[in-house]
């Protein structure tokens, strides 16, 4: 069964940038097309970004233009550049295959101070 452990989150200011990654157990999630959730306080996780395996990406309206997805296959890690941060990016940040979801991980908390 594939682990995913993320990491990279933290407090920033409004403006700020975060880097968050995604280690995943096995070589299996090389072959899945990679997401990138996030779950804020009360509210339903969402998804943010998506990377497939050759490289086509989507990324959630309020997020295109300051958030970037990547992957490295031989490090079997999916990262989240987020940039321009804002407030309403607040919220626990998940990695999972986006269309046959593995067990997920804890997530890494992403707080953004106004």
């Known amino acids: 069964q594939v682990q995913l452990v993320e990491s990279g989150g933290g407090l920033v200011q409004a403006g700020g940038s975060l880097r968050l990654s995604c280690v995943a157990s096995g070589v299996a999630f090389r072959t899945k097309v990679a997401g990138w959730y996030r779950q804020a306080p009360g509210k339903q996780r969402e998804l943010v970004a998506t990377?497939?395996?050759?490289?086509?990406?989507w990324y959630l309206d309020s997020v295109k233009g300051r958030f970037t997805i990547s992957r490295d296959n031989s490090k079997n890690t999916v990262y989240l550049q987020m940039n321009g941060l804002k407030p309403e990016d607040t919220a626990v940040y998940y990695c999972n295959a986006v269309n046959s979801p593995f067990s997920w991980g804890q997530g890494t908390q992403v707080t953004v101070a106004s």
């Open positions: 990377r497939s395996m050759v490289g086509s990406t």
